[in-house]
């Protein structure tokens, strides 16, 4: 089955930029997207498409990807990007996959 | 305004049964692809099914393993998970979400999620 990683945690100061990334077997051939997920509320799309941002999503949020890496970058970091964040993919073994998370806390 | 409305959660037994729901408005429900995701307590996501717009296509995670059948009544505007056998590790928050456009492999709206706590 296809599978994404993710590191558990990253630390970020406020203004600083905050770099997720999503790991998995060319993973760089597929289209990701990234949910933000505060504590006690839905998931949000933030990107999809590996680096569309969807309307009312902030211009701090960017994605990219290549080879088996997709990455989430959060330039600018607010307090209010404290959440964990999951990357997306779908494969045609295992049809949509999820990342591991990564809680991101703006130190 | 899109909204998603789950319901249906509840404590059930080891071996029961639920059937969840998920009320949708604010666009044309017969239109889209939905899906179920779901979270255990602390446990990130974990996609469990999709329904393409007409409910002719169906498709489910390999844990379900002919457990769980999703169905939708677009007269209703209302997105069914029909959950059999459950298991202690079925414990979850299960969310309904979009699917935003036959090639979009992403979920663009939400709900609230609905609690499914499996135990004796």
């Known amino acids: 089955s296809y599978e994404l990683t993710q590191p558990p945690s990253v630390s970020v100061s406020p203004g600083q930029t905050a770099s997720i990334a999503c790991s998995g077997d060319?993973?760089?051939?597929?289209?990701v997207c990234w949910y933000q997920q505060k504590p006690g509320q839905s998931p949000v799309l933030v990107i999809y498409?590996?680096?569309n941002r969807p309307s009312g999503i902030p211009e701090r949020f960017s994605g990219s990807s290549s080879g088996n890496t997709a990455t989430l970058t959060i330039s600018g970091t607010q307090a209010i990007d404290e959440a964990d964040y999951y990357c997306q993919a779908w494969d045609s073994t295992t049809s949509y996959v999820f990342g591991t998370g990564t809680k991101v806390t703006v130190l | 305004e899109v909204q998603l409305l789950e319901s249906g959660g509840g404590l059930v037994q080891p071996g029961g049964s639920l059937r969840l729901s998920c009320a949708a408005s604010g666009f044309t429900f017969s239109s889209y692809a939905m899906t179920w995701v779901r979270q255990a307590p602390g446990k990130g996501l974990e996609w469990v099914s999709i329904?393409?717009?007409?409910?002719?296509?169906?498709y489910y995670a390999d844990f379900v393993k002919g457990r769980f059948t999703i169905s939708r009544d677009n007269s209703k505007n209302t997105l069914y998970l029909q959950l059999n056998s459950l298991r202690a590790e079925d414990t979850a928050l299960y969310y309904c979400?979009?699917?935003?456009?036959?090639?979009?492999?992403?979920?663009?709206?939400w709900g609230q999620g609905t609690l499914v706590t499996v135990s004796s």
């Open positions: 979400a979009r699917k935003p456009g036959v090639n979009e492999r992403v979920f663009d709206y």
């Open positions: 060319k993973l760089g051939d597929k289209y």
């Open positions: 329904i393409s717009d007409s409910g002719d296509l169906r």
């Open positions: 498409q590996n680096n």
